[in-house]
């Protein structure tokens, strides 16, 4: 089966850092737009970045400059740096593949962000 895993999540003070990882397996992994998306408690998941086969990245205006997202084709790898963290990146980030030929999207189970002094 399709499966996205992610890691890398946990516990930082506000202005730190923490790198995500998110490993992709059974997908043709260069085909498919990565992204990686979140979910504040009580809030819609939002997108947060993504970057397309050709490596093209797009960021929500709320982390641009913060934030940077990249992939490793041959370790069907994406990653999301988080610098400079605020208290309301609290949420949990979630790792998304959509292949957009074909409609196909696929997500992981989520890893959960806090940032709290």
């Known amino acids: 089966q399709v499966q996205l895993v992610e890691s890398g999540g946990g516990l930082v003070q506000p202005g730190g850092s923490l790198r995500l990882s998110c490993a992709a397996s059974?997908?043709?992994?260069?085909?498919?737009?990565m992204g990686w998306y979140r979910q504040a408690a009580g809030k819609q998941r939002e997108l947060v970045a993504t970057v397309t086969r050709g490596g093209f990245t797009n960021y929500a205006d709320s982390v641009k400059g913060r934030f940077t997202i990249s992939r490793d084709n041959a370790k069907s790898t994406v990653f999301l740096q988080m610098n400079s963290l605020k208290p309301e990146d609290t949420a949990v980030y979630y790792c998304?593949?959509?292949?957009?030929?074909?409609?196909?999207?696929?997500w992981g189970q989520g890893t959960q962000v806090t940032v709290s002094s």
């Open positions: 059974r997908i043709i992994f260069s085909a498919y737009v």
């Open positions: 998304n593949a959509k292949r957009v030929e074909v409609e196909l999207n696929y």
